[in-house]
């Protein structure tokens, strides 16, 4: 027979159980609707951007319009040349940005991260300095134009975002949470170097550290428009995100000018205005919410176990 104290203990085991399914399903529910929140504003985009103009002006936007066009994209298919130039413009950019970027991160911050580097606190407090502390827009546009001479130049498009001291803190925890000391030091002594150490052995413990950086930086170099208002002149380098800005302000004029010619009222009748913006948002969000899912799998690892100051 057993006895009462191990009978108890198995109702409690239950209620325990019990409870824990109703938590999982409440909070299973809770995430699902906010993961849908996060969901449908960006269906609700697309299907704007499907929407017919005459459509949206009289029945107002809707989860499923009564008439469909693709004249927001054949407004921008109409600007083919210009929108490939200004893609290819951003794909470089942003891969050869990301690429810098993520070398002199990880470096700076295995460097900082060893305990035999004599300098590690002064080059730590100098990355969080900069974090607090900037120069302004005014000397940095002297700098880049003057100093370094890189006005309307794809340089100027990279430099400005080539370090980020907030990534360079999360390498500089994740190298010392998860790389352990002992493994630096069997490899030190089997006679490896500091670069063989770093690019064999940290480099490849640190994947999920190193994508959820190269994901920060990617979305910054393609979502970054304010360098090219800043320094670019040439056509031949405006970037994507700048080139759908300057759209939009051009089809913003000329609806405010349309009062004043019959026949500017006539070209801005037939410009999709709505869903030509929506249209641009799709462009400029759709290539970098593909990539997403290839970083996933390592950006929540990488961003708690990095996050966490020592």
Known sequence: MKSPKIQKEKVDNVGIHSFSKKADFFFNILIAIFSLSCVLPFFF???????????????????????????????????????LQSL???????????????????????????????????????????????????PTYIVMTNLLGLGDTVWALILPLLLSPFNIILMRTFFKRTIPEAIIESAKIDGASETRIFFQICLPLSLPGIATITLFTALAYWNDWFN??????????????????????????????????????????????????????????????????????????????GGVKE
């Open 45 to 83: 985009v697309i299907i704007i951007s499907l929407t017919d103009e005459s459509s949206l002006v009289h029945n107002g936007f809707a989860f499923w319009p009564s008439q469909f066009s693709w004249a927001g994209y054949e407004f921008l298919l109409s600007l083919k040349d210009k929108l």
């Open 228 to 305: 090219a208002l800043l320094y670019i002149r040439s056509d031949n380098l405006v970037p994507l995100q700048y080139l759908l800005m300057k759209i939009q302000q051009n089809m913003d004029y000329l609806s405010k000018s349309a009062g004043a010619s019959a026949q500017l009222a006539g070209l801005t009748g037939s410009l999709p205005k709505e869903s030509g913006r929506m249209a641009m948002v799709v462009i400029a969000t759709l290539p970098i919410a593909c990539v997403y899912p290839f970083f996933q799998r390592y950006f929540v690892k990488g961003l708690t176990i």
């Open 88 to 138: 290819f413009v951003t794909v470089v950019i942003t891969v050869v940005g990301t690429s810098l970027n993520v070398f002199f991160t990880t470096t700076y911050a295995y460097a900082i991260s060893r305990r035999s580097f004599k300098f590690k606190r002064f080059f730590t407090l100098f990355a969080m300095a900069s974090m607090l502390f900037q120069a302004g827009m005014i």
